[in-house]
């Protein structure tokens, strides 16, 4: 039997311990935190987890399950991270993962043997005992919203100056004066709920982004989508942003900056409440900034503010700290991977998770761990050379986006569900 160890028992990690487990390999998985859910695990001592007290989830229940283990009926249409935390261990519960997990524990190094066994160095973060262990493949799971990412400006801001990451409740910014960068699902949230307590939030946006309310006609959004897409694709996205527009405005409008891109170009915003902050008077749009002076902000508009706390929602690095930098590194650049998952050049080895969908994430992680379980079994094997394969790929990406790093990992949720499902048709 082969050994299989597992970083990570987030979404995508019990995915691929329980469908490793299904093809009969001996599952080692090792967790920082103290149970299962990583991201979604607010209160986790680890501090691993990025989101907020008020966090629900941007995708709907409708299009948010594992296949095996559906969500209950009576879940929220935009379930909390608490609901979600409980459907995770539900997961875990049914299929009896936890005997096959470690939690707190720490996988500090990973290497391939030359016989192309993985030897793992990790460590208890109770006992702090260092231990290394030999398997046969490793699956990577670990996530990549762990390692924020802070934009840089000239000057240096004397004020509380942190990242989303960091941030968990608008308490601590009761009557101050915050500016939040960033234009993405993390930004908005933050701007909403801060401005309910402070003294003033504003928000700066280098760029324009499409702002997609949750419901659309009684529909939730993503199933308002799905419903449009037996349209070629350049009139569906026409069509998008023309309902956006009809139904919320545009917004130029309201001081937001212009969207100058397709409503695909960066990654979906899907927030029902800013518009009505900054129409409320609650919320200040701001451009980009210029330079930090102490506790003043100056914006590329010649305007300038002082504010007490600059919350930075922009995003995080791919990291893998557990590689050696000239082994693997996918902090900068293109993504090498099939399926975002089977690299070109290392055997044994597979990425789940490793996706930034237009949708929700867990449903295409399932899909990858039965694929790559099936691969380690000789059961699938792709049609072609992998390095072509992956060239291909990244020639073809499901939609075109601005070239940020945050855009490498990019995947339509629904057509990447359907290459996978193709793939797996083939197995046996």
């Not at 508009?301 to 995080?316: H, L, M, P």
């Not at 790559?372 to 020639?395: C, F, R, T, V, Y």
Request: hydrophobic letters at 35%; one cysteine or more; proline letters at 5%.
């Amino acid at each position: 039997m082969k050994k299989v160890a597992v970083i990570g028992a987030g979404p995508s990690g019990i995915a691929a311990i329980k469908n490793f487990k299904d093809q009969d390999f001996n599952v080692t998985a090792f967790e920082r935190c103290s149970g299962v859910g990583g991201n979604w695990r607010y209160n986790d001592p680890s501090g691993h987890s990025s989101v907020f007290e008020t966090t629900h989830i941007i995708s709907s229940k409708y299009t948010s399950f594992y296949e095996d283990f559906p969500l209950p009926n009576d879940a929220a249409d935009y379930p909390s991270h608490e609901e979600l935390l409980t459907y995770f261990q539900g997961y875990t519960d049914h299929f009896d993962l936890e005997k096959n997990i470690k939690f707190n524990t720490e996988v500090i190094h990973c290497s391939q043997e030359a016989n192309h066994m993985w030897k793992i160095k990790w460590k208890n973060l109770t006992t702090n005992e260092v231990k290394t262990d030999i398997f046969d493949a490793l699956v990577v799971c670990n996530g990549h919203h762990h390692e924020p990412r802070f934009p840089k400006y000239p000057g240096k801001f004397s004020g509380d100056y942190l990242h989303s990451h960091q941030y968990k409740k608008a308490l601590p910014f009761k009557d101050k004066k915050v500016l939040v960068i960033g234009g993405g699902n993390s930004a908005c949230d933050v701007a909403v709920e801060t401005a309910r307590i402070s003294k003033t939030t504003a928000i700066s946006w280098r760029r324009g982004y499409y702002l997609i309310p949750k419901f659309m006609f009684g529909l939730t959004s993503d199933i308002f989508a799905l419903k449009a897409r037996w349209l070629p694709r350049f009139l569906r996205l026409s069509f998008m942003r023309f309902m956006l527009e009809l139904i919320q405005g545009k917004n130029e409008d309201i001081g937001l900056p212009k969207v100058t891109n397709h409503i695909l170009a960066t990654h979906p915003t899907v927030n029902s409440d800013l518009y009505n902050a900054v129409r409320h008077g609650k919320v200040k749009p701001k451009c980009d900034i210029e330079k930090f002076e102490e506790k003043t902000v100056y914006f590329q508009d010649g305007s300038n503010e002082e504010f007490d706390a600059v919350i930075a929602c922009t995003g995080y690095k791919i990291k893998h700290s557990f590689f050696d930098k000239d082994f693997i590194n996918f902090e900068e650049g293109p993504v090498n991977l099939l399926h975002r998952m089977l690299p070109a050049e290392i055997k044994n080895l597979y990425f789940i998770g490793l996706f930034q969908p237009l949708g929700c994430i867990w449903p295409g992680a399932e899909l990858q761990s039965k694929l790559a379980a099936k691969h380690l079994n000789g059961k699938w094997k792709p049609k072609g050379k992998l390095s072509d394969l992956i060239q291909k790929e990244l020639q073809n990406p499901d939609v075109e986006q601005v070239e940020t790093p945050r855009h490498t990992i990019t995947v339509d949720d629904f057509s990447f569900r359907d290459r996978l499902k193709k793939e797996l048709s083939r197995a046996s």
